[in-house]
């Protein structure tokens, strides 16, 4: 059965409309705050550009708003293919943890994310929830103590960098490996390469048929209901699939 | 019946959750600790290295206006107006030939970022003020930066205190124009935003007129003690 499937150029859903949709809105509002924050943090650049108050309510509001779309795409009855990836940045086997400790030497990732990548995304989640609080005591320093202040403003700080710096790291990742990158731009990857690096994800996901859409539920479309209506995106890449599954 | 344990391969452990609690208890521990636990390593690792690291013992410098205002120290003048017997136009000079205030202080920002062991040096805001005869009327100042944009606001009394300065040297240099320079305001018993820049004018008025940072929303009485009334909290 495996080898026949893997005859069929088939493709799995990695991220549905929900979730790319609050990916990229997240990564703008990251984008604006981190470049709010650099007049704000270099004295060199605040002298050229000025405007502090401005900068200062921009990047201020701006990362107030950096969790809600994540929360937003968990929240509703639309959030229930990002509820099930949570889940999956939560529960690690002892197979995995011997697979980051030994950084994918030793151990078995076979599921829809590597440890790594399960690590990236619960460090950026705890990042922004931290950095959101600091910030809070930043902003409304009337309420707290001087000293909180201070620690509030290390920690941001110290925090901010760690976080460009696994950002950049994630950027270069995405730059390296297009099919993964793809996928959060499309939504779907080719079951070959699915079954490559996720094979116990590639087994348990339903496949899309060849030349559909990821939509914006991310569900494969059934065969009783309409025609999947084909975007003109999806019309123009074929052309891969012209690559015999290895 | 003592058996090794088997390794479970549906056996998860909830390591998603715990870096996200460990990391949001090490931020609240930050945010208790961080002003201690960042003083003590900037004493062991000296001010030289300990304002290298992120966050600590550096100047954050802002700009209001979108640009320093560049006033060459030869062409500085300050102007004394308002309810005065004798209205002054000063030169950095005479600043200097006035009896001259040494300090030492932490700079303390309202939101947090604070630089330990700053050296100030200056002419008592009290000895200009008296130099110019401040009229009966007069009983608070407004200050007046070259970037045109700022401005900040003192009562008599706080004017008078012993620690606040007409600053022409800072970090044991004259001051450098992102600093303020060449004559800022150095108010140290309150928050940095208290400290003008680059001072252009002091103009003895009636009553307090709140400053730009004031109108930004921060009290008008900035003690670093966190009191925000007019009055000098004791001890200062």
Redesign the interface.
Known sequence: MAGVAAMVPVRLVRFDGVQRAAHWATATLFAVVVLTAVPLTFGAVERVVGRHVLLAAVHLWAGVALPLPFLVALAGPWGRHLRRDVRRFNRWTDDELRWLWSLGRRGRAPDKFNPGQKLNAVFVGGAIAVLLGTGVVMRWFGLFPVDWRTGATFVHQVLAWAMVVVVAGHVVMALTHPTAMRSMLLGWVPGPWARRHAPAWADEEPALPAGATAGRTGMPPRRSGPTPRRSPTAASLPRRRARPPR | MATAPV???????????R??L???G???L?????????GKVGQALGSGVGSLL???DQ??????????PTVAPHAYRLHVTGLVDRPLTLTLADLQALPATRLVRTF?C?????VPGVHWEGARLRDVLDAAGVQPAGRALLFESFDRVDTESLTLAQARLDDVLVAYRMLDAPLTV?HGGPVRLYVAPMFGYKSLKWLSAIRVVETVVPGYWEE?GY?VNGW?D?STAPTVPPGS
């Open positions: 390794p479970d391969p549906a056996r998860t452990v909830n390591v998603g959750r870096v996200f460990g990391m949001v090490l931020g609240a930050g945010v208790a600790f961080g002003a201690a636990v960042q992120p966050g600590g100047f954050t410098i802002y700009s209001v206006s979108g640009s320093f303390q309202v939101t947090g970022w604070r992102e930004n009290p670093l966190g």
